[in-house]
């Protein structure tokens, strides 16, 4: 079994920065792409930021220049660095992985989520 693990959501103000992380552990054979989605109150699931097994990288226009995702391939690891917070961001982030275990052929794993809270 393949299991993601967020950290890092909390309550900032307008301006402010958080980092999340999210650990994949498991029967895990190949991580083909990482990467980070969200949902708001009352919108759908949305695409955030991913990254693939080799390093291509792809970003929801609403948080270009503001975000940053990163990939510790060795740790299994995916981060997201989050500056210029607005209320817009506010949502539960969930951590994304296209990942081939021993178990199953190649899918999509969802972490459990994490909330972010911009607010003054």
């Known amino acids: 079994q393949v299991q993601l693990v967020e950290s890092g959501g909390g309550l900032v103000q307008p301006g402010g920065s958080l980092t999340l992380s999210c650990a994949a552990s498991?029967?895990?054979?190949?991580?083909?792409?990482m990467g980070w989605y969200r949902q708001a109150p009352g919108k759908q699931r949305e695409l955030v930021a991913t990254?693939?097994?080799?390093?291509?990288?792809n970003y929801a226009d609403s948080v270009k220049g503001r975000f940053t995702i990163s990939r510790d391939n060795a740790k299994d690891m995916v981060y997201l660095q989050m500056n210029s917070l607005k209320p817009e961001d506010t949502a539960v982030y969930y951590c994304?992985?296209?990942?081939?275990?021993?178990?199953?052929?190649?899918?999509?794993?969802w972490g459990q989520g994490t909330q972010v809270t911009v607010s003054s």
């Open positions: 990254v693939s097994s080799g390093s291509s990288l």
């Open positions: 498991g029967s895990i054979r190949s991580i083909y792409a």
């Open positions: 994304y992985g296209d990942i081939r275990s021993y178990l199953r052929a190649r899918g999509d794993y």
